[in-house]
DNA sequence: GCCGTTTTCGGCCCGACTGTTTTCAGTCG
């Protein structure tokens, strides 16, 4: 059992506790049980007694021997028990947008209902309606909380929201009664995947900004319309909520409305601590309605006693100690960049020639990129043939001897083959700058066969790179079973770079795990993975995430200059 | 169930909106 499934029971056993009706400080006890887990920062196996578990804040005496019994059995008897005193329906009925554990444990209690299906049915036969707290409305609610549910699994990828997101700025920011406006929430924390759009406005004329809002064409139905708060869904079936605030409010409420929820709820602990309270409208000092006057984020950040905090960290996992002790990291962005690597291009299934990405990347300012087109065991991506390989490394010479300022570095994506190997001869492998290996074929295999396989082709002298290390398809596809602390522990030891591939499909390094590569020492390269001119563009995406990744400049391979990042691939070619 | 620089008992983050009520519970973020 490891952290992740021990947070996950953890939390689970909350929601249970919930559906049940239990005490609800005793199920927040086990959800911040679960946070606490979650951000350990020593593996369970350093933790051999109930007592060390303890020591743990929001671990007490009571969780501390469940979890210590879950790791030493590999079962978790306590979350065994509640489950299955649970009928399994119930947790998939929260899902449904309305619906929380109370009305849950109502249509269970008084009609026997425990499956999203009967559900549905009942509300059809207008059987809800007139349970206690219920009502012809409610009823609505939840037969198109149910159709939604079924219309999407109600996540979108992070470009797709940006774009929306900013469909809406640029129309509302035209309006003369806006003074200060900004995407706030997951957005702004660049989280990989988005649930809905925060809107954050502070104007005079609040009802102005909220017709304007919701008569914006890509609205579909408005889901509340209050005096300060809006919510509409797009015909796309994203939701988007817009909040109207004073100009003084505003840096509050941004902080607010930015989250995460987990990092505003440690944060209003820590100014209560200090004696204040925080909310979306101000800091008060106890006992007093009158706001502190503070203009900005960073000031109310200094006024607890800590660095500015950037959106991308506000997570809860250790960025307000951090914060407290010292100066961040100054995160790298996007203007840091010299080039790019892992570009595709005709040779094999990309769209443009090499020559279109150089002017594409000299226009944005950069000094090299790195191709890498497929290998030849990529079949179905026409995969390049030794022959193929020569050609195209001999146009590339050519290249750059046209263009003198730029530098083209001649790469390939070696296919990782099931036992290890890589995909071309040495005589080939040597005639690269780089070469970038990755899992294309055979995701099945356990975790110890594929972090093997995986290891083994990271040892190889002429691997620079590891590409898309877990190979999974946001909302579409996990990651293949890999161990992730063997895999960085491998990298470091091998000096080989890490891709954050940028392609919000992908977003792989999770940047969960780009914070522990880079303590270990291990270079990240931002990359685009192109196939055509415009997916340049995610390069933006990849900083967001290695921001998120508490990433500087200096961790990054793709932030040095030609003549450093020829270094850095000589020396991982010499192993 | 957890926690403690007022506390080993009595709190536990906080507010908007909706739909149900006729002052409030539930849900959400």
């Not at 994203?238 to 109207?244: F, G, M, N, Q």
Request: hydrophobic content about 35%; glycine content about 6%; proline content about 4%.
């Amino acid at each position: 059992m490891d952290k992740k499934e021990l947070a996950g029971f953890l939390e689970e056993i909350a929601t249970l506790l919930e559906l049940k009706g239990g005490n609800p400080f005793k199920c927040n006890a086990f959800r911040n049980a679960a946070r606490a887990v979650e951000n350990l920062d020593k593996p369970l196996s350093a933790f051999k007694s109930p007592k060390d578990f303890e020591q743990v804040k929001g671990i007490g005496k009571s969780i501390a021997e469940k979890i210590i019994n879950a790791v030493e059995t590999g079962r978790f008897a306590y979350y065994e028990s509640v489950k299955s005193s649970i009928p399994s329906g119930l947790v998939e009925m929260l899902k449904i947008p309305g619906l929380g554990p109370k009305k849950v444990r109502a249509v269970y209690d008084r009609l026997g209902i425990y499956t999203v299906g009967e559900l549905e049915y009942a509300c059809r036969e207008n059987r809800l309606k007139d349970l206690p707290g219920f009502g012809i409305k409610t009823q609505e609610n939840i037969l198109e909380g149910i159709e939604l549910l079924k219309r999407s699994r109600g996540r979108f990828h992070i470009h797709e929201a940006r774009h929306v997101a900013q469909v809406f700025y640029d129309d509302l920011v035209k309006l003369p009664s806006v003074t200060s406006i900004a995407i706030a929430g997951s957005i702004r924390r660049f989280k990989e995947t988005i649930k809905d759009i925060d809107l954050l406005v502070s104007s005079s004329k609040p009802e102005e900004i909220i017709s304007r809002f919701v008569s914006q064409s890509l609205v579909n139905d408005i889901i509340l319309r209050g005096e300060t708060k809006t919510s509409v869904r797009l015909i796309t079936g994203i939701s988007v909520d817009l909040r109207v605030v004073s100009q003084e409010e505003f840096p509050f409420a941004l902080m607010y409305f930015t989250g995460s929820k987990e990092h505003n709820i440690a944060m209003r602990g820590r100014a209560q601590k200090l004696g204040f309270k925080l909310n979306e409208y101000g800091l008060f000092e106890r006992n007093s309605t009158q706001s502190i006057k503070l203009k900005t984020e960073e000031e109310i950040f200094k006024h607890l006693g800590l660095d500015f905090i950037p959106p991308e960290l506000r997570e809860d996992r250790g960025e307000i100690s951090a914060a407290e002790k010292k100066p961040l990291p100054k995160l790298v962005c996007l203007d840091d960049l010299r080039g790019v690597f892992h570009i595709h291009t005709n040779y094999s299934d990309g769209i443009p020639t090499v020559e279109k990405y150089i002017h594409d990347a000299m226009q944005r300012g950069w000094q090299y990129i790195g191709i890498s087109d497929h290998s030849q065991s990529a079949y179905y991506a026409n995969g390049l043939s030794p022959d193929r390989v020569k050609q195209q490394i001999r146009e590339i010479d050519e290249l750059n001897s046209k263009y003198k300022e730029f530098r083209v570095f001649k790469g390939i994506e070696s296919d990782i083959l099931p036992d290890g190997a890589l995909d071309y001869p040495e005589e080939i492998l040597s005639l690269f700058d780089f070469v970038v290996v990755s899992v294309h074929s055979k995701f099945k295999m356990t975790e110890e066969q594929m972090t093997d396989r995986i290891i083994r082709a990271m040892r190889h002298p002429r691997t620079t790179m590891l590409g898309h290390p877990t190979g999974r398809l946001l909302l579409a596809r996990d990651g293949y079973d890999l161990d992730m602390d063997k895999i960085i522990d491998a990298a470091a030891r091998n000096n080989v770079v890490i891709e954050l591939n940028a392609n919000p499909f992908r977003l792989d390094l999770d940047w969960r795990y780009i914070k522990k590569a880079v303590e270990k020492g291990v270079l990240i390269s931002i990359n685009p993975d192109a196939h055509r001119l415009g997916n340049m563009d995610y390069a933006e995406l990849g900083v967001g995430l290695a921001r998120k990744g508490w990433c500087e400049p200096r961790h990054i391979l793709n932030c040095l200059n030609v003549s450093e990042v020829e270094k850095i691939l000589d020396r991982s070619k010499s192993g």
